[in-house]
């Protein structure tokens, strides 16, 4: 059974810095692209960032871009995201997804339940 | 960036209808198009992959349609269970892999 568990989230002033984890098992890790998809309070997706079986490709949305780190360890089965200089607007609940193929450029086939992350002073 | 218009936003229909949402990508996508089932206070779902492939253990009454810039979801009978927010999500060569707003089905 495919299990993704995030973990890391919580309540962090602005500007500050956070990093989630997700816990990957049931699935030959190194295998697969993974990303960080995301949902505002009330709001719909929003897809954030993806990184590719060995970490070759990273790609990322323009508005975290430079502030958010995507990283994996496949000897680990974890996938990493460092969130820097937090803003209002990252505050979200922030899903852990599998790709079905080693690239970014896939459809996500499982999720995590997800780790929420709150911006406030 | 592709932009990814749904419709409707929202939608009330009774058991056993047929039910259909849309989603225009604003350039061609070929068929790079998913769809998603997130019920209420759970993680999403995939549910449709490639424009029209079903994911395995998902039933048949869901389908999807479509290639270039218009595709189609429809649910053939819905049921009870299929309360829930539903995305089409495109993801052509280049990010971002972007999500339609969504379309909230309820049940009458």
């Known amino acids: 059974e495919v299990l993704l568990v995030e973990s890391g989230g919580g309540l962090v002033q602005p500007g500050r810095s956070l990093r989630l984890s997700c816990a990957a098992s049931?699935?030959?890790?190194?295998?697969?692209?993974m990303h960080w998809v995301r949902q505002a309070p009330g709001k719909g997706l929003e897809w954030v960032s993806g990184?590719?079986?060995?970490?070759?490709?990273?790609v990322y949305l323009d508005s975290v871009r430079g502030r958010f780190t995507i990283s994996r360890d496949n000897a680990k089965n974890s996938l990493y995201l460092q969130i820097n200089s937090l803003r209002a607007e990252d505050m979200a609940l922030y899903y852990c997804?599998?790709?079905?193929?080693?690239?970014?450029?896939?459809?996500?086939?499982?999720w995590g339940q997800g780790t929420l992350v709150t911006v406030s002073s | 960036d592709i932009q990814m218009t749904q419709s409707p936003s929202s939608l009330s229909a009774s058991v056993g209808d047929r039910v259909t949402i849309t989603c225009q990508a604003s350039?061609?996508?070929?068929?790079?198009l998913n769809w998603y089932q997130q019920k209420p206070g759970k993680a999403p779902k995939l549910l449709i992959y490639?424009?029209?492939n079903l994911e395995t253990g998902v039933p048949s009454r869901f389908s999807g349609s479509g290639s270039g810039t218009d595709f189609t979801f429809t649910i053939s009978s819905l049921q009870p269970e299929d309360l829930a927010t539903y995305y089409c999500?495109?993801?052509?060569?280049?990010?971002?892999?972007?999500f339609g707003q969504g379309t909230k089905l309820e049940i009458k």
């Open positions: 997804a599998k790709g079905m193929r080693p690239v970014p450029a896939a459809p996500f086939d499982y």
């Open positions: 049931g699935f030959t890790f190194d295998d697969y692209a």
């Open positions: 990184i590719s079986w060995n970490s070759g490709n990273r």
């Open positions: 350039q061609d996508i070929s068929n790079y």
């Open positions: 490639d424009a029209s």
């Open positions: 999500q495109q993801y052509d060569n280049l990010p971002p892999y972007t």
